[in-house]
């Protein structure tokens, strides 16, 4: 029987379901949070992502796939979403899906990057852009659950009106420490000049490398090569680095 459990299991997660909009937030000027009611949902990890498939009515369909931003709750599922404008599914859902309309998920997907509460060592997030979404789950989860992992967290934003979750890492929770970069324009008497991450930054907003934390990196490539580089080159071990990319 323990045999036939995977393949079963793997088959629910290829399956595509029908998602209905329950509601829908702005984040930024070109991010929608979109809460999705999805009957059937076998429950996700904090740190996966589902793919989203879009039809037209000529038939026409499209898939992209976005990370869940919500820590497990039943059958709801967030997905944050970043408008681009050359974007073929962005768009749409960013602007034109409203409450009542259906679209089709799949998944959960991924099972390296993801934080399970079971986890006891300290957690070093870094996140450039909308890649800060998958990581606002394990933060979200680790808040659910009552965890007292300790997390710190590098959050890299073009400029305070694209950086997404403000007010509810404003809030801030206990063990959870945000360190802000900007990279094209920092809000007024900011401490820092708007600038990339650099050693600096890593070394002041995280743990040392002697604490063994696992460090989870989201971002664009670009993003992810030059933090996980840093990493490296501060210490910490790659076994102990797990990265995600988009674009």
Excluded: N
């Excluded at 909308?130 to 394990?138: E, R």
């Excluded at 002697?210 to 080159?233: I, K, N, Q, R």
């Amino acid at each position: 029987m323990a045999r036939a459990t995977v393949p079963r299991r793997l088959s629910e997660r290829l399956r595509w379901r029908t998602a209905r909009l329950t509601r829908r937030e702005d984040e930024s000027s070109l991010a929608r949070t979109l809460v999705l009611d999805v009957p059937g949902w076998p429950g996700h990890q904090a740190g996966q992502h589902v793919d989203v498939r879009l039809t037209a009515e000529d038939g026409y369909s499209t898939q992209r796939s976005y990370s869940v931003a919500s820590a497990p709750d039943g059958e709801t599922v967030e997905l944050t979403v970043q408008r681009t404008d050359d974007g073929e599914a962005s768009p749409y859902l960013t602007d034109e899906l409203t409450v009542g309309d259906l679209v089709e998920l799949r998944g959960p997907v991924g099972g390296w990057f993801v934080w399970r509460p079971e986890q006891k060592e300290p957690v070093f997030l870094l996140a450039g852009g909308s890649g800060l979404v998958p990581l606002m789950a394990m933060i979200r989860m680790r808040r659910a659950v009552g965890s007292r992992t300790p997390f710190r967290l590098i959050y890299s934003a073009r400029s305070p009106e694209t950086q997404l979750f403000t007010s509810e890492l404003r809030r801030g929770d206990p063990g959870l420490d945000t360190t802000y970069v900007y990279t094209r324009s920092a809000p007024p008497q900011w401490p820092r000049p708007a600038g990339r991450i650099d050693a600096s930054v890593v070394s002041g907003g995280g743990w040392p490398p002697d604490f063994e934390p696992t460090c989870y990196v989201c971002g664009s490539t670009a993003f992810v090569e030059t933090a996980a580089g840093l990493l490296v080159a501060l210490g910490h071990h790659p076994g102990r680095i797990r990265t995600e990319r988009f674009g």
